[in-house]
């Protein structure tokens, strides 16, 4: 009391209240109030709610919430790591222990953090379950943390910056006009935002330098960040690049024996840890056996714990060594049960309010395997809805169905046309052609828009309000910019026509491209928010391109001749919305697929119950697997022997090489026999877009002007068709030439036709296989050659390419997955270069 009388107490209160109240003395009163918010904090506030949602139903769908959580140790590893008077602290942890972990990370000057370890260890689990910890730490002067994966991002084509605002705006939008591109590319210039980046090793190995360069130059100003990689891949880069500047660098340790029993006796049905003794035991008392070590990773104890979850499984078999006599058996084991054990049989329980569906074990075996080899196959781990179409069935099926439904709709609008006008020619006549204008108006607005997605990839649209396309306004400047000489000329003497020119173009710009404001909430929204956008488009666009249509062709006053142009054109502007919207080609595709039983009928459902079971994980509008080694066992669903041939024609991508497997070998020198050439052409889409948009047309013009009968006219439409695929198939064998590779004790040489190059082993310092670099653009067939790298003293000839990283692409190799580690050299070019080539060979898989 004596210290209150003289003043020495000081009442301090921080946080919100309604009411605050001091008694006695009221003269020492200090109010402090916060800044008030700007449009940018509402902004970082927005995006961190919205991945905040996202994330944290992720993490429970994957097991990563709860009690049951396992402790991963993670330690320091600074022989990758920058100098640590750069980085300013040691970061180090446990999954257990995350608020200490969060705030390690925060105590970092540069609050930059790069997370490695092996295959399986929880690099990725760490990385979601230290952004949810940042996020629930968020406030307006810390950034706000979004995981992304970095294997979409083409270091080489794209600025870091630009690539990280387009990622958050395609994933992580809101419904809220505080989260519009504008204040994205803010968030992201005033490092606001904390990128997750996940997976680095997942890039080509070209692609993985350039993005570390990229990384560096971004962090340059201080940029936070978030690095998740394999060691052995994040290793090599440091070793032959760099380090990523002032980042720490922690590495996951082994699970004990102690921890793993813990975890797997903690996961388990209270009433069956018995039958999970006898494994318990013996990964806790011999924690060097086959069990224990394989056992050691994050992924193989949540297969475990999935696979024995069953009431009548016996946990304790992988501890016998005789049936499992190393890790690869065990893992290879988990690996294959795994979609049997997820997925329940039988009919689900009433009680449960979104129950798993009963798919069948055979069914759904088949669905993910699909889904694993396609994805593999792209060499991308996002499967999204809308790309589905780019299977190679429906892709085959596209143009018939294209003409099925050309056919369909001039046999209905004859009938009709002969209908509403009682068979009158001259009537029947004038309805036809305002159908034909509105249509062919439907047409161009449609070439418009396919042409404005070529070099950006269509996304799915959602319903949203006129004035919230502010982002489209430069697109449609120069849309209009583009038609204004067009229209100048036809305004004067055919205005409705100058309208036909600018009006659907317009309304497809606008309802017909991605909104602005679509909201990353799922697959399933995404679609349902397509389905209704195209839905409106025929309901709203369609009846307006059908009565332009109409008042630019017909100019009697017949009510009835207009009636029926209008009616007609708006079907036809119609047919040309719904077959290009995505969600007709998803339902393309879908009805594809599922009749050749690679996927379910209800696919959507399908993949929401493999999230709903631990398969899956849900990032935005896509769907990934859970792990990229269940993505990779999916993908090879047999192994050893004959099944390797089903693989390669599962997974091979259309490699723009054909070697001949022929080879004749001396003592003195072993000579591979080849093609080398185009496979196959990769179809360019503009093509193919423009020259079936001609034969439409003309198919449009012979069938208003009835001249089907003329033999002339069937062979143009003809050409235009046949041309795209015929230049598909002809190129490729027009390019391949013979070749031949000649090893020997003085060095390699490489023939064809009348080029022939020699390269002495002096003048050559490594052979290896790498993916090959094209001169333009980047390697999306996953090409692997066999390369060389000349010495510092050596100089390459004229006509002799060196890319980037100072290789030489010599020899095409057979590769099923375009990992330059699954190269198949072949046994005489691999015997010859151990023969001549000494330690200059660095096979796969050596250093």
Sequence with gaps: MSEQARGDVHNVFSGNATYVIQGR???????????????????????ARVVLAQWRDEAGALGLAGSARLAVGWRADWTVA?????????????????????????????????????????????AILLTLELLSLHDVTRPVPVPLLVSSWDAGREHFDVWLARRIHEEYVGLSRDLDRSRIRALVRDRRVLPVLDGLDELPRPLRSAALAGLNKAGADGAPLILTSRAAEYAELVEEEAVLQAAAVIRAQPVEGAEAAAYLRGSAHPRRTGRWQVLLDHITHQPGSVAARALSSPLMLWLARTVYARADADPGELADASRFPDVGAIERHLLDSIVPAAFPSGPPSPHQPHPVREWGHAQAQRALVFLATRLTAARTKEFAWWELHRAKAPTFLKAPALLAGYILLMTVSSWFHDWITGGDPFRTIQVALGAWAATMFGIMGGILLLLSQLWKAPLPRRLALFGRHRSRIPGLFWLLLFLAPIVLLLARDEPFMALGFVVPPLL????????????????????????????????????????????????????????????????????????????????????????????????????????????????????????????????????????????????????????????????????????????????????????????????????????????????????????????????????????????????????????????????????????????????????????????????????????????????????????????????????????????????????
């Design 82 to 126: 920058d100098h640590r008077e750069h980085i300013g602290a040691d970061v180090a942890g446990s999954t257990a222990g995350l608020a200490e972990l969060a705030a390690a990370f925060q105590a970092l000057p540069a609050r930059r953090l790069v997370i490695i370890g092996g295959p399986g260890t929880g690099k990725t689990s760490l």
């Design 25 to 47: 003395d009221f003269s020492a009163v200090h109010l402090h109030l916060p800044a008030p918010q700007t449009s940018q904090d509402r902004a970082a506030g927005e995006l």
């Design 508 to 847: 497809m710009m606008v309802l017909g491209a991605p909104a602005d404001t679509a909201q990353a909430v799922g697959p399933r929204a995404l679609l349902n928010g397509e389905r209704a956008s195209t839905v409106l488009m025929v309901l709203v666009v369609a009846p307006v391109i059908g009565a332009i249509g109409t008042l630019t062709i017909v100019h009697v006053p017949d009510r009835t001749v207009l009636l029926g142009s209008w009616i007609s054109g708006s079907a036809g502007a119609a047919a040309v919305i719904v077959a290009l919207s995505p969600w007709t080609q998803w339902l393309l595709a879908k009805v594809t697929l599922a009749g050749l039983g690679r996927l379910p009928w209800s696919t959507m459902a399908f993949l929401e119950d493999a999230r709903r079971v631990g398969l899956l994980r849900q990032v935005g509008g896509v769907y990934q697997f859970r792990h990229a080694q269940i993505q990779a066992g999916l993908a090879v669903p047999e192994r050893g022997g004959a099944p390797a041939r089903r693989r390669r024609a599962a997974t091979r991508a259309p490699w723009p090489i054909r070697p001949l497997p022929a080879a004749s070998s001396t003592p003195e020198a072993v000579r591979i026999h080849g093609y080398v050439g185009l496979r196959r052409t990769r179809g360019e889409p503009a093509l193919y877009v423009m020259m079936w948009t001609f034969a439409l047309l003309w198919a449009g013009l012979i069938t208003v002007d009835d001249n089907w009968h003329d033999p002339e006219a069937w062979q143009l439409v003809g050409f235009f068709v046949l041309l795209p695929p015929a230049l598909d198939l002809l190129i490729p064998p027009l390019t391949w030439r013979r070749a031949e590779l000649r090893v020997d004790g003085g060095g390699i040489e490489f023939a064809s036709g009348r080029r022939r190059i020699r390269f002495e082993w002096r003048d050559i310092a490594d052979v290896a296989p790498r993916l090959f670099e094209p001169p333009f653009g980047p390697n999306d067939d996953g090409v692997v050659m066999l390369h060389l790298r000349l010495t510092a003293e050596a100089t390459p000839g004229p006509r002799i390419r060196v890319n980037g990283s100072g290789w030489v692409a010599l020899w095409p190799l057979d590769c099923p997955t375009g990992d330059p580690e699954d190269a198949t050299v072949g046994p005489e070019l691999e015997d010859a270069l151990v023969r001549f080539a000494g330690e200059r060979w660095r096979p796969a898989g050596r250093g």
